[in-house]
């Protein structure tokens, strides 16, 4: 030190040189000194433990969705660790601030750059920026000890700064006091002239301009005992909305703000006079003109008859004339149904155009409980120009209970033509019908002698089940006259050859003979184990050309050996007994045996 105690640079050694010194020792006679034993190793979490240094420093983030700070500082304190040279940021605690805080960065070693260094003591100081993870902290000041510890080191540390706080929280702890002189408004005589006396107003919120917005109604309730205003949601059937009815509760509605009412908490404080240059009042709302209430604007389209006899008595208006809000409605889109595919049945498909889940077509359950197992079977013969498929038989069922048709054709054998089902159970529409407008066959239809054209297909009606004659007479209200007859005409001829037949069995042998025959004829088929088919009768009527009821002999015993009928010729032998037959069921009776051995089918 020099003089006024001023550092002298000059002769100042260097650390080496004080090193040297101070192992040096003086050189005696004998040899030279020994040098001092060095002193016992400490490891640095030994001799830096629990040794941490503090620095006050603080940051600043960007508040991008308030409209009253733009910006927030945030005070913390940097640790830093002399055991392990790590480093931790922590931020103090404030509490109900909304903001997570306390540990910011966890004890570790921060990295100082992108070649791998981390941050040292050494590189920390009063009064420098310091970037931490992409975050930039101003270290203004640290504790004595960190002081002490970086002096001892040969650090020169830099003055300290300013701790700077954040202007929102400051300006929330200061806030401005106004005082307002009484006004010499007598609210006791307003509330006393207009008690009970509301202005009702029928408005409308367009919220269309937002995502899943719509057109709601609303009632604006003005109170003019107090000026308050409320809003009421009106509610309609089934909505879907929950039934809440208050949107705006009965308050004074502030119309226009003081300029500095840009910082003031809305959200959490409420609105008094002082933040507020004008409040709502009756005069400024008006029907057909919008009106803007808590940041909704409302369209007013008309009055109550009370509030047009305020406002002609109060301020002169007459002009109440109210406004259609109502929206068009759409223009009905005509459904356009596909044609058909020709794929199931027409009401079946149909149902895909009217649903994403089709279901099926409703069915008449009455008309298939009455009508159900109730067949009406007929014959047909197929029109073509080819005299082999002239020839060919089918049996036509017509199904009362759901007034589909199906076609089966009996196996003839020799005839080279595959029988068995021709078409299945389905609605068969008549020729001309058009898709939109069906129109399917109906027993009235299928007279004797009547062309039943079938997807392209003309059949000839020739012949008709007993059961249908006597359905038609029993049911002679729903069907036509000329049907009726036509069956009776064509069962005609039989019934008479069946009168003669009985009248000739009555003639020829007792009642008790045909009741043993009979007998006998089902005991034989029982012994043989036969099971008739329901075909065996319409092969039966096929053969009889004439329908006289009669049949060949040959060509009786042929038909008996083809459906494997163990015919006795002892029984069909005997003189004015019976040989086995068809009749309607399908179960074998007896028909008369004649001396022309002409078996008779009943």
Same mark, same amino acid.
């Not at 006050?56 to 500082?73: C, G, K, L, W």
């Not at 806030?175 to 009970?196: G, I």
């Given at each position: ?84 040279d790590s480093m931790s940021v922590m931020e103090p605690i404030v509490e109900n601030s909304g903001i997570p805080q306390g540990k910011l960065i966890k004890r570790q070693r921060i990295p100082k750059n992108d070649h791998g260094d981390h941050y040292h003591w050494k590189d920390l100081n009063r009064g420098m920026n310091i970037t931490i993870y992409g975050k930039t902290f ?13 002096? /001892? ?34 609210? @006791?005589?307003?509330? @006393? ?23 709601r109604p609303f009632i604006i309730h003005y109170y003019l005992a107090d000026d308050t205003v409320e809003v009421r949601e009106l509610h309609e059937r089934n909505d879907g909305r929950d039934p809440f009815p208050v949107l705006i509760r009965r308050q004074h509605l502030p119309k226009s703000f003081v300029d500095k009412m840009k910082t003031f908490p809305r959200c959490v ?95 008449? &359950? ?34 009362? /209970? ?30 001309? /019908? ?20 079938? &997807? ?43 009168? +003669? +037949? ?45 329908g006289s009821g009669f049949l060949e002999k040959a060509e009786f015993f042929a038909l008996c050996n083809r459906f494997n009928l163990p015919v006795s010729d002892a029984l069909v032998n005997k003189k004015g007994l019976k040989a086995p037959a068809m009749e309607q069921d399908p179960i074998v009776r007896g028909a008369t045996v004649s001396e022309s051995w002409q078996p008779?089918?009943?």
């Open positions: 030190m020099g003089i006024g105690r001023e550092r002298l640079f000059v002769n100042q050694l260097s650390q080496a040189e004080l090193d040297e010194l101070s192992n040096k020792r003086p050189t005696l006679t004998y040899g030279q000194a020994k040098q001092a034993p060095p002193s016992d190793f400490i490891p640095a979490h030994v001799a830096f433990d629990k040794k941490v240094l503090k620095f006050d420093a603080y940051f600043q983030e960007d508040v991008p969705i308030s409209t009253e700070e733009h910006f927030r500082i945030r005070q913390v304190g940097i640790y830093y660790y002399l055991e392990d101003r270290i203004v000041d640290c504790d004595p000890f960190t002081q002490v510890f970086l002096e /001892s080191q040969g650090i020169e540390l830099n003055l300290p700064e300013k701790m700077i706080f954040d202007p929102y929280t400051e300006l929330r702890k200061m806030p401005m006091r106004m005082y307002v002189t009484p006004s010499n408004f007598d609210q @006791l005589k307003q509330f @006393l002239t207009f008690d009970k006396q509301v202005l009702r107003f029928y408005a409308i919120w367009d919220d269309t301009e937002k995502m899943f917005g719509e057109n404080l409420e609105i008094s006079n002082q933040e507020v240059l004008e409040w709502y009042t009756a005069k400024d709302f008006a029907v057909g003109k919008p009106v803007t209430l808590l940041g909704r604007s409302f369209f007013i389209y008309d009055c109550d008859e009370f509030t047009r006899q305020f406002y002609y008595e109060k301020f002169g208006i007459t002009d109440f004339q109210p406004v259609d809000v109502k929206k068009k409605p759409p223009e009905e889109v005509p459904q356009i149904i596909p044609p058909y595919n020709g794929y199931g049945f027409l009401e079946d498909s149909l149902q895909n155009c009217f649903s994403l889940l089709p279901h099926p077509p409703r069915k008449n &359950f009455i008309k298939m409980l009455e009508n159900d197992h109730k067949v009406l079977r007929y014959q047909v013969a197929l029109e073509s120009p080819n005299p082999e498929e002239r020839k060919r038989r089918f049996i036509l069922s017509y199904f009362l /209970s759901t007034d589909m048709i199906s076609i089966y054709e009996p196996p003839v054998r020799n005839s080279g033509i595959i029988g068995g089902k021709y078409l299945g159970k389905t609605k068969v529409p008549k020729p001309g /019908s058009t898709t939109d407008n069906p129109v399917y066959y109906e027993p009235a239809d299928l007279t004797i002698g009547a062309t039943v054209e079938v &997807f392209g297909h003309r059949f000839i009606i020739t012949d008709a089940d007993e059961y249908v004659l006597n359905y038609m007479e029993s049911n002679v209200e729903s069907f036509p006259a000329a049907t009726l007859q036509s069956l009776r005409d064509h069962f005609a001829p039989r019934r008479r050859a069946a009168q +003669a +037949a009985e009248s000739q069995l009555a003639a020829g042998t007792g009642r008790q003979e045909l009741e043993e025959l009979v007998k006998q004829v089902q005991e034989q088929l029982k012994h043989h184990n036969y099971l008739s088919s329901s075909s065996m009768r319409e092969v039966f009527l096929h053969h009889d050309k004439d008779r089918l009943l």
